[in-house]
């Protein structure tokens, strides 16, 4: 068979591991992606903003990528949810967070909830008998972790340029 989407008909597919999960790591697993997925969207239109606070075209360009993998993984997540309820989850834009005070703030924030979402990834992955799913979970979490590097290079690279104080460094 040809299919166009890669993961559609995973169940096909991919074996199941064996009886290394459980219905209710399951059901908790489906929970969270719920929620992983408005956060995948919340975490987007956050990094919109980002990317117009950026001062450099390397970050924005940083922050893009991430921007464009986040969409990726809100995604990946419907399909999986999809594929165990039959159900879609829609994610809407909501109400606006509040605003960083400062383009670096923003930026701690999306690093420290980057960490954050790796800790709930990673009770999603357990909860999932199929091995194909657990596959595209470990990529969205090596994603996470990734964008965690790049947000600590964008934090170090303005340490060294304005120092703790926040102003431009002249030495």
């Known amino acids: 068979m040809n299919y166009t989407n890669p993961y559609e008909r995973w169940n096909m597919c991919c074996s199941n591991y064996g009886m290394d999960f459980t219905q209710e790591g399951l059901n908790k697993a489906l929970c969270l ?3 992983a997925v408005q ?11 980002l990317i117009c606070l950026a ?24 399909e999986i949810y999809k594929c165990y309820t039959g159900k879609t989850i829609e994610s809407t834009d909501g109400e606006q967070s509040e605003k960083p005070k400062s383009y670096i703030d923003g930026i ?3 690093f420290f ?3 954050s979402a790796m800790e709930r990834y990673r009770i999603i992955r357990a909860g999932l008998p199929s091995r194909c799913q657990r596959d595209i979970v470990f ?8 964008h965690a590097i790049k947000y ?15 102003k431009k460094r002249t030495d």
């Not at 956060?39 to 903003?49: C, F, H």
């Not at 001062?55 to 419907?78: A, C, F, L, Q």
């Not at 990529?139 to 990734?146: P, Y």
């Open 113 to 115: 909830g980057e960490l």
């Open 152 to 166: 600590n290079y964008i934090l170090t690279i303005n340490l060294c340029k304005y120092g703790w104080t926040g």
């Open 139 to 146: 990529q969205i979490l090596t994603d996470e972790i990734k």
């Open 55 to 78: 001062p450099t075209r390397e970050e924005k360009e940083i922050i893009t990528s991430i921007r464009n993998d986040e969409r990726n993984h809100r995604k990946w997540y419907k």
């Open 39 to 49: 956060g995948e969207r919340n975490d987007e239109l956050e990094y919109e903003y």
């Open 33 to 35: 992606i719920k929620d």
């Open 108 to 110: 701690k924030k999306a």
